[in-house]
T-cell receptor, first 116, second 112 residues
Framework: GAVVSQHPSWVICKSGTSVKIECRSL??????MFWYRQFPKQSLMLMAT?????????EQGVEKDKFLINHASLTLSTLTVTSAHPEDSSFYIC????????????FGPGTRLTVL | KQEVTQIPAALSVPEGENLVLNCSFT??????LQWFRQDPGKGLTSLLL?????REQTSGRLNASLDKSSGRSTLYIAASQPGDSATYLC???????????FGKGITLSVRP
């Protein structure tokens, strides 16, 4: 299957700082990328859907000004957590799919964010 | 709103046992259903994907079935091994919005 990478795999930051997480599709062109958040022992919750070259669509309850998503190319999407706070500490996972919105999503390995 | 339920949250079995993991969903208008494996602190590994028109899929010791009308899926693991210990997540893709909705997962422990 297709390979999706995330960087960094973990990050620790101080409260109030911003953190950028990268999601890359290594061997295919990802028209659509998805960002999920997973709290301990909870489901993965979709945060936003991004299409290359256009603005991301955020799920209800997700602050678009706090979680900035950029999908500038067919192989890279970034999630920036601005002014991070301890409650933003979570496991962030991206996935990527091809042309059709119903295409199989390929998941990255996740990024563990800890905000002190 | 689609809801996906996986019960129990955790399961412990001795090695060699055949086991069934259950998943239920509230809205039967789905495009597909997928089973994933997640190891602690890791991302997701896709195990099996069943399209809405299919009844089951098999891969090695794994068999997943889908009964869309009743909103249920099962993942059957034959001859379980300690290496099967992980969290198993069920996810459905909505027929209308094509979004994946995940269950909370079942944490499986296979005892040697």
């Amino acid at each position: 299957g297709a390979v999706v990478s995330q960087h960094p795999s973990w990050v620790i930051c101080k409260s109030g700082t911003s953190v950028k997480i990268e999601c890359r599709s290594l061997d295919f062109q990802a028209t659509t990328m998805f960002w999920y958040r997973q709290f301990p022992k909870q489901s993965l919750m979709l945060m936003a859907t991004s299409n290359e070259g256009s603005k991301a669509t955020y799920e209800q309850g997700v602050e678009k000004d706090k979680f900035l998503i950029n999908h500038a190319s067919l192989t890279l999407s970034t999630l920036t957590v601005t002014s991070a706070h301890p409650e933003d500490s979570s496991f962030y996972i991206c996935s990527a799919s091809g042309l059709a919105v119903t295409d199989t999503q390929y998941f990255g390995p996740g990024t563990r964010l800890t905000v002190l | 709103k689609q809801e996906v339920t996986q019960i129990p949250a955790a399961l412990s079995v001795p090695e060699g046992e055949n086991l069934v993991l259950n998943c239920s969903f509230t809205d039967s208008a789905i495009y597909n259903l997928q089973w994933f494996r997640q190891d602690p602190g890791k991302g997701l590994t896709s195990l099996l994907l069943i399209q809405s028109s299919q009844r089951e899929q098999t891969s090695g010791r794994l068999n997943a079935s889908l009964d869309k009308s009743s909103g249920r899926s099962t993942l059957y693991i034959a001859a379980s091994q300690p290496g099967d210990s992980a969290t198993y997540l069920c996810a459905v893709m909505g027929g209308a919005n094509s979004k994946l909705t995940f269950g909370k997962g079942i944490t499986l422990s296979v005892r040697p």
